[in-house]
């Protein structure tokens, strides 16, 4: 316990982390009433954004056309019928089915499905404070069919004005090591930068997870993924997660799995804020269209299990796996002639088009003799994929890592759980929440949980701050 200090900064809400869950928290947190509420941001001013600035897609439930066109940009709300394309909605049991079916079992179903049903109104209330979205470039089979307009940087430039705009205050350079509980009850935070040490009334953790952090990688997802690339930023070190577990909070989720993709093999070791059109150009997503094989020549994924958009993470787990952490996506000239595979994959300097499956093994080091029977088993099988017309298009693909999956246990309000009940004045959203997925992961449901547990921490953390002074909170929806 902590007595206090007379230096220390006060303020009823205090968000750690500045990606799309905390702003949404700390939206939702000044229009519940909160007069004073920082944002506390380990990276720079000029670096700031996080991984959910290099993103572009939230699923959420929709139904009718009308639901769309309001979201879209003005230049584009006459188009709706042409980007939905024939589509007229996307229920909350769908989404629901799609998300459980590849999440794998160990996860929270109660969390899921609320969030799921929180999805439509959290979409409409990001609409409401200036977001928008625009159609989808290219899209494969099954992707949602409208996008953040300007991606994940425009979408975080919004949260930052609006937030701002608002009357909240973001530190930057300032990273959290810890916090306590003071005699009164508040929570002491303490780190390096400007902002600290600061005292609020209540905390929400919105930091992510440990996917920066060399050694907590390999101890919790093994030792090859002690030097995978990341497809994020470098500035989630897992610091306020490893916190908030030493402070008391239950944990949730698979801790020894992450969220992973198929990448170029260009990708550098992370990525920052800013490079969303680079880290979009390297994603390798178009592998239902062809074969994916390893060094040895062996098939070792079912690459028509389901959209790309719910089996990418499967894929990107998998190469990890594979001899030398490598694999290579093969498609023949049916494919790259009818334009169906991403721009991304023609200017690729690493991949070969070549005349024949055996000069791309002899050019890329793969086992030709495996490989020329795996094409023979798959032609004579049932599938109705062949790989017969050349030229012969050969993509090499390594994993890419984006975020991890161990975290706290969350309410349906956000309220971070101790001892199986809610902290008084602790929540959390985003990736430092557990028990959202397990093995596989459905494309634009981790912006869509920010904001759903971001805008419930907000609100919840208002509440408490403004009831704890003896004030009456403006009205809110906090759980689902």
Known sequence: MHSGQNDVAERQVVVVGAGNAGLCAGIAALQAGATSVSVLEAAPKELRGGNSSLTRTMRFSWQGSPFIAALLREADKDRVEEILDGRSGYSDEQYAADWLRVCGDQVDVALIESIVRRSTETITWMRDFGQRWAPRPTPLPGDVPIV??????????????????????????????????????????????????????????????????TGLRERHLGEEWRDVKLRGVPFNEGAPLAAAVEFGADTAGNWEKCHTTPQGIELPDYMLPGQMHKSHGLARYAFPLGVVVNREGRRFFDEDGGYSNLTYVTLGQKIQEQPGRIAFQIFDDKVVSAGSLPNGYLGDPASVTVSSIEEGARRLGIDAANLAAEIERLHSGSTEKRLDTPPFLFVPVVCGLTFTYGGLSVSPGAEVRGGGEPIDGLYAAGVIVGGLYDQGYPGGTGLMAGAVLGRAAGTSAARHSIRSRGGEARVGTVAG
């Open 148 to 213: 953040l307009d300007g991606g994940g940087q425009s979408l975080q430039d919004r949260n930052f004005a609006r937030f701002e705009q608002l009357g909240g205050t973001v530190f930057y350079d300032s990273a959290v090591t810890g916090f306590e509980k003071t005699a009164d009850g508040r929570y002491l935070v303490h780190g390096s930068g400007p902002a600290f040490p600061v005292i609020a009334d209540a905390l929400v953790l919105a930091s992510a997870g440990f996917e920066a952090n």
